[in-house]
């Protein structure tokens, strides 16, 4: 599974962005798709996940209510759309990938576990 997640952008307190994760390899229907940041001197943090299905979501408590994972199966891509956007909320996101109906567990995300497959980060920072 190859992932290119793109998006970010400076942006200040309160506005939106939505982010993009473009899956290859394989179609949407056979991977799990997760989202993560990490902050300067931080670890990687898991935001949320959209299983293979479709019908299953997580969220992390920190972004709960304000984020929400989404995905076109035509054009094979997982959004995170980020409104009502924070200081804190400030990092790389990346988007990872896991097939065969593993990957979206539940939260907490587990970055050195649950995924295999990861994009690059696209870096997302908002201003106060």
């Known amino acids: 599974v190859q992932l290119q997640a793109s998006g970010g952008g400076l942006v200040q307190a309160g506005e939106s962005l939505r982010l993009s994760c473009a899956v290859s390899g394989f179609t949407l229907d056979y991977v799990a798709i997760g989202w993560f940041r990490q902050a300067p001197g931080k670890e990687r943090e898991g935001v949320s996940c959209?299983?293979?299905?479709?019908?299953?979501?997580f969220y992390a408590d920190s972004v709960k209510g304000r984020f929400t994972i989404s995905r076109d199966k035509a054009k094979n891509t997982v959004y995170l759309q980020m409104n009502s956007l924070k200081p804190e909320d400030t990092a790389i996101y990346y988007c990872?990938?896991?097939?065969?109906?593993?990957?979206?567990?539940?939260?907490?995300?587990?970055?050195?576990?649950?995924?295999?497959?990861w994009g690059q980060g696209t870096q997302v920072t908002v201003s106060s």
């Open positions: 959209i299983s293979s299905s479709g019908k299953t979501t």
């Open positions: 990872a990938g896991e097939g065969l109906g593993f990957g979206c567990y539940g939260v907490p995300m587990d970055a050195r576990t649950d995924f295999s497959s």
